[in-house]
């Protein structure tokens, strides 16, 4: 399975972007794809997660309100939308499928290693 990360670029702070994950080569319906971020110097942490069979959603303490993730069955395609957005949510945004929801609350990217992942896309949100 592949998974190919766009719709980052630099954006206001307050603004809006939405990330896209567009999933090729394995049954769509069949992962959980989850969201990572990781900012310069600091740790891969983990932003959001959908079932696709089931559209259920899970968000770390931090983005529930802000972020919101969803997945278009028909696109093969994972989206995170992001609001009001902060100069510290600049980072390297990330997905990942797994055919297990791996996730808790204190979920972390190492517990995905065996996952596949996609190349990152850049979100820089300036003052």
């Known amino acids: 399975v592949q998974l190919v990360e766009s719709g980052g670029g630099w954006v206001q702070a307050g603004g809006s972007l939405r990330l896209s994950c567009a999933i090729s080569?394995?049954?769509?319906?069949?992962?959980?794809v989850a969201w990572f971020r990781q900012a310069a110097g600091k740790e891969r942490e983990a932003v959001a997660c959908i079932e696709t069979h089931n559209g259920r959603t899970y968000y770390g303490d931090s983005f529930q309100g802000r972020f919101t993730v969803s997945s278009d069955t028909a696109a093969n395609t994972v989206h995170l939308q992001m609001i009001s957005l902060k100069p510290e949510d600049t980072a390297v945004y990330y997905c990942?499928?797994?055919?297990?929801?791996?996730?808790?609350?204190?979920?972390?990217?190492?517990?995905?290693?065996?996952?596949?992942w996609g190349q990152g896309t850049q979100v820089t949100v300036s003052q």
């Open positions: 080569g394995g049954d769509f319906a069949s992962y959980a």
């Open positions: 990942a499928a797994s055919r297990s929801l791996i996730w808790s609350r204190n979920v972390k990217a190492e517990w995905w290693s065996g996952a596949a």
